[in-house]
């Protein structure tokens, strides 16, 4: 459990060429009627061989998240198709340095570029700015926080909406101009943003990105919206 209603899920897929981080697969569940349902998910591990990671945010009312979230169990198979996603995703190969801008479980592509950046030993700085609720709702809180201990080159901002820790100096509220221009504090401009979340905050987002003068094609962005879960 990440969340108490979102669970990373680690799949055995036999024949699994590795995927590049930001792609996401398809995951068809198939009912003992026949009644299919799909739905499309970011993957949330570094690339490797026959296993990925997702992390699946339940959605009330849903008809594919609640059973990976609460039914799911291990030995259980279903449907995969991918990787999918040619635009955004990032390569070791990539110039830096690199702003992260997620919101909600927007973060897990983010975190996949993270894993694959720290699994190649890149040196790229890469600047996570995190907007969520509250600190209860951070995805890999323990694995960014001890991240940012050892890899002086990773930054993580959060923007938390809803309340934040007792220590916050920055207030409760939407995403800012502020908030994205803490990217640039260290290593100046960054070469690319990757953006993913909600509709609304990516749209939000990218304003502001664009307001402070920002290419938009150094801008690439991963959106969702509501599907039915």
Same mark, same amino acid.
């Given at each position: 459990?990440?969340?108490?209603?979102?669970?990373?899920?680690?799949?055995?897929?036999?024949?699994?060429?590795?995927?590049?981080? @930001?792609?996401?697969?398809?995951?068809r569940l198939t009912a003992p009627?026949?009644?299919?349902?799909?739905?499309?998910y970011s993957i949330a591990?570094?690339?490797?061989?026959?296993?990925?990671?997702?992390?699946?945010?339940?959605?009330?009312?849903?008809?594919?998240?609640?059973?990976?979230v609460e039914t799911a169990e291990i030995g259980d198979e279903f449907e995969l198709r991918g990787p999918?996603?040619?635009?955004?995703?990032?390569?070791?190969?990539?110039?830096?340095?690199?702003?992260?801008?997620?919101?909600?479980?927007?973060?897990?592509?983010?975190?996949?570029m993270i894993r694959a950046r720290q699994q190649q030993e890149s040196l790229a700085p890469f600047h996570l700015i995190y907007s969520a609720r509250t600190p209860d709702h951070v995805f890999y809180a323990n694995e960014l926080f001890r991240?940012?201990?050892t890899e002086p080159h990773l930054q993580?901002?959060?923007?938390?909406?809803?309340? @934040?820790?007792?220590?916050?100096?920055?207030?409760? @509220?939407?995403?800012?101009?502020?908030?994205?221009?803490?990217a640039e504090d260290k290593h100046g401009p960054p070469a690319r943003t990757f953006i993913c979340g909600p509709n609304g905050f990516v749209e939000a987002a990218t304003e502001l990105l664009l307001q402070a003068g920002r290419s938009a094609s150094t801008i690439r962005t991963e959106r969702f919206g509501p599907s039915g879960g």
């Open positions: 459990m990440e969340t108490r209603t979102a669970k990373t899920l680690v799949l055995d897929v036999p024949g699994w060429d590795g995927h590049d981080a @930001g792609q996401h697969v398809d995951i009627d026949g009644y299919t349902a799909q739905r499309s591990s570094a690339g490797m061989a026959n296993q990925l990671e997702l992390t699946i945010q339940q959605v009330s009312g849903g008809e594919v998240s609640p059973y990976l999918v996603g040619g635009w955004f995703r990032w390569k070791p190969s990539d110039d830096g340095p690199v702003s992260l801008i997620g919101g909600g479980s927007g973060i897990v592509p983010l975190m996949a991240a940012t201990e993580v901002t959060y923007a938390f909406t809803r309340a @934040g820790l007792p220590a916050d100096t920055r207030a409760p @509220g939407r995403l800012t101009a502020q908030d994205v221009a803490a």
